[in-house]
């Protein structure tokens, strides 16, 4: 089999990183911990009443330029976290051919990805963040680094009804 086609995960990307989070050689937490406590890193976010893990926007771009440009896209991603006030760990994109560009930001608050199709001027967006990230903010970024006033969004609220408030300590 030729290896040329194959990569390890993790190597060259973003931050060089391929490793997991150094913590991993410690004992495993305690999963039955209550997702309210406040030294968990992974918090549950509570908003009208309702307990959710996190926030998943789908987000169409239309009539939008740039979306053949794997290093706009990146730059959007980049934007997109500085803004929503989340942490990027890694960044992997690719170029098709003739066009369109496929790719994902890995957040340490969840994630961003991507599948483009400029011939139509459409892109596919996916925005998840957990914590305190605000990813509503991510749809004024990409209009913007689209060039487009149309963006159509759909929102998730991940985990919703699988913690009710009342069960927090």
Request: proline share 3%; with cysteine.
């Amino acid at each position: 089999m030729d290896g040329a086609h194959l990569f390890q995960l993790g190597i060259g990307l973003e931050t060089g990183a391929h490793a997991e989070d150094s913590r991993s050689s410690q004992a495993a937490p305690d999963v039955t911990r209550d997702v309210f406590d406040d030294t968990r890193d992974d918090h549950f976010i509570r908003r009208d009443g309702r307990v959710f893990a996190g926030t998943h926007l789908i987000i169409e771009v239309v009539d939008g330029t740039g979306l053949d440009d794997e290093a706009r896209i990146q730059q959007a991603f980049r934007d997109c976290v500085d803004e929503c006030g989340a942490t990027l760990l890694h960044i992997h994109t690719h170029k098709f051919s003739p066009q369109g560009v496929s790719g994902v930001a890995v957040l340490a608050e969840s994630h961003i990805s991507v599948h483009t199709w400029p011939e139509i001027g459409y892109g596919a967006f996916d925005v998840f963040m957990c914590g305190d990230a605000e990813p509503w903010r991510a749809v004024g970024v990409l209009s913007a680094a689209f060039d487009t006033p149309d963006v159509r969004v759909k929102e998730l609220l991940r985990g919703d009804g699988l913690v009710a408030e009342s069960e927090a300590a």
